[in-house]
């Protein structure tokens, strides 16, 4: 069974090689060799933020090995009726190595993850998904609201 366990910075270059993975997977990164600059900016995104809190990952080890990972955020937004804090969680960057999918190693990393924004003010936790990681939320609870927009240049 895999240890779940929240990273640090010392974990940087392996959850850098992770999402790279990710990338190439949901076809976000589309050549085999990556820009510099997604790397730096990945590598120096991870060093600045983890170390704040600004950003969370947690990791799924077996013998040392890094076989997946999750990433957190929170955002600040004015109350809601449902959300009076205003403080959502959104989670990204889940990516399990094919080899270990199916194991509920996914799943492990969402429950600690669920566990811990239960200890902050924050009443919503969001995502997007791909087909294949739909299962691993609708088990933790998740359900699908209308969809998302985007503008991006």
């Known amino acids: 069974m895999a240890t779940i366990r929240r990273a640090t910075v010392d ?16 076809g976000d ?21 983890l170390p704040t809190g600004r950003f969370l990952a947690w990791v799924a080890e077996i013998e040392r090995r890094i076989i997946a990972t999750s990433g957190l955020v929170f955002f600040e937004k004015p109350p809601t009726a449902q959300n009076l804090a205003g403080l959502e969680a959104y989670v990204m960057n889940m990516y399990t ?22 200890t902050t003010s924050a009443r919503r936790i969001w995502l997007r998904t791909t087909r294949d990681g739909q299962h691993v939320y609708e088990h933790s609870g998740f359900r699908f609201t209308e969809g998302d927009m985007e503008l991006v240049w």
């Open 11 to 26: 974990d940087v270059e392996e959850l850098l090689q992770l999402r790279l993975k990710l990338s190439r997977e949901t």
């Open 29 to 49: 990164l589309r050549r085999d060799d990556p820009a510099r600059e997604f790397i730096e900016g990945t590598r120096s995104y991870l060093l600045d933020t």
């Open 97 to 118: 190595l094919p080899e270990w999918r199916g194991q509920g190693i996914a799943t492990s990393l969402m429950q600690e993850i669920i566990r811990y924004v239960k």
